[in-house]
């Protein structure tokens, strides 16, 4: 006698506001209480943070490009846009418009802290150091095994953030581009979804 095939697994029910907000917050709180648990058990200490134009305006064009790429690989690559909206419908579908800013500045600051200003330099400021900093930050979006090219994408965005952040010496370049990335990925995710319903 043969076996009935698996059921799938019900759908997950959606999050509300209040727990994507929670969410992100107790996860930025979480990296930051790493970062500074690293910091003091590791004398490497933490990457500068320099308050510069010229960095910021850096940091800025560069989410603007980490953006613009992902849009273009949204619109290329099938699997990827599976993935992407999977997780952004997770993350974004509850949001009120003002909750952008939140979603921006929370891991585009605890993210950067940990992974790039006190990871980076404990394994160092060189190819190890960007390739271990990258795939932990690509681990951290893994929200499934289906979702591995959204992992495959978060990691080659850790190389390109631990790559500015080792050439300028700056945190705040990656966490200007970190958060820039963000919010135009939200907006545009957010105005997409809008022009579906309506």
Do not use: C
């Given at each position: ?9 019900p759908p997950l029910d959606p999050l509300t506001r209040m727990q994507v907000l929670a969410a992100m917050g107790v996860t930025a709180v979480v990296l930051l209480l790493i970062a500074k648990a690293w910091l003091y058990f590791d004398s490497a200490g933490l990457l500068p943070f ?149």
């Amino acid at each position: 006698m043969t076996q009935p095939p698996p059921r799938p697994a019900p759908p997950l029910d959606p999050l509300t506001r209040m727990q994507v907000l929670a969410a992100m917050g107790v996860t930025a709180v979480v990296l930051l209480l790493i970062a500074k648990a690293w910091l003091y058990f590791d004398s490497a200490g933490l990457l500068p943070f320099r308050l510069s134009l010229a960095d910021g305006l850096l940091g800025a064009g560069l989410g603007l490009a980490i953006a613009a790429t992902s849009g273009l690989i949204y619109r290329l690559w099938p699997a990827y846009r599976k993935s992407a909206d999977t997780y952004l419908t997770i993350v974004l579908q509850p949001l009120q418009w003002p909750d952008l800013i939140w979603l921006g500045l929370l891991p585009g600051m605890s993210e950067e802290l940990l992974f790039r200003g006190v990871m980076l330099p404990a394994i160092g400021l060189n190819g190890l150091g960007i390739a271990v900093s990258a795939a932990s930050f690509g681990a951290l979006h893994m929200s499934g095994l289906q979702q591995w090219t959204y992992v495959v994408w978060a990691t080659a965005i850790g190389l390109v953030l631990a790559t500015a952040a080792v050439l300028t010496g700056n945190l705040l370049v990656p966490i200007v581009a970190h958060t820039v990335t963000n919010l135009v990925s939200g907006v545009v995710w957010k105005l997409r979804q809008e022009r579906t319903v309506a």
